[in-house]
């Protein structure tokens, strides 16, 4: 089946250290979204990216999608306490009908912040 | 955040037993999703509808079942509970908008305890 890999499972980092998590699919996606969930919370949309290569930024992330359009990465620069929490990335994948509206989840990236 | 409730938030049922969530939504969005939440897993896909009585499977839709008769209404009903769907479910719905941003956004989670 289409599957979103995502790398790796846990990340402790110290306050000010970066930090990436990588998203990879076997086949191409149409999209791919990032998100984030708090400890005790629900995921909470943070972006979208649809072209091939596209970067975007939000303040200290960086979110890029592959030439490809089948691996995505999530970069933040100097963490702080504030970004703890899990970052899921999510694929559309290329298909007609009612499969375009499904959104596969990756298995996400479980940050933990050192103060 | 997305007019999207979830009921019951907790529930602890036994093994063996029928257990039905309920996912409302207001927002009046086309897609509507259930994952369940486990460690190490992420979000696993169990079913998904897209309309009114349009349903289709997810990975991990064995022991579950689903019905759309409103578009505000998503069910998901667990057949004959066991211990292995002892979990954290999220309903989430989206819908295409300009741009073609199609962000998913979720409920607070049940959490369902089968003992």
């Known amino acids: 089946g289409q599957q979103v890999m995502q790398i790796p499972q846990y990340q402790h980092v110290q306050e000010g250290e970066d930090f990436t998590t990588y998203c990879n699919s076997s086949?191409?996606?149409?999209?791919i979204q990032w998100y984030k969930q708090r400890p005790g919370g629900h995921p909470v949309f943070l972006i979208q990216l649809v072209k091939s290569g596209e970067v975007k930024k939000q303040k200290r992330l960086t979110f890029q999608f592959g030439e490809a359009k089948k691996n995505s990465s999530l970069h933040i620069t100097a963490t702080q306490t504030t970004d703890v929490g899990t970052y899921f990335c999510?694929?559309?994948?290329?298909?007609?009908?009612?499969?375009?509206?499904?959104?596969?989840f990756g298995q996400g990236t479980i940050l933990t912040v050192h103060p | 955040d997305a007019g999207i409730t979830q009921s019951p938030r907790h529930k602890v049922t036994e093994t063996g037993t029928p257990v039905t969530l309920r996912c409302h939504q207001t927002?009046?969005?086309?897609?509507m999703y259930w994952y369940r939440q486990d460690p190490g897993h992420g979000l696993r896909l169990i079913h998904y509808s897209y309309g009114v009585k349009d349903t289709d499977k997810g990975e991990v839709s064995d022991g579950y079942s689903v019905s759309r008769s409103k578009t505000e209404d998503f069910l998901l009903t667990l057949e004959s509970a066991t211990s292995s769907q002892t979990s954290v479910y999220f309903c989430?719905?989206?819908?295409?908008?300009?741009?073609?941003?199609?962000?998913?956004?979720f409920g607070q989670g049940t959490r369902l305890t089968v003992v």
């Open positions: 086949t191409t996606l149409s999209n």
């Open positions: 999510a694929g559309r994948f290329h298909a007609g009908g009612t499969s375009y509206g499904k959104l596969t």
């Open positions: 927002e009046n969005h086309r897609y």
């Open positions: 989430a719905i989206s819908e295409w908008k300009g741009e073609g941003r199609t962000e998913a956004f």
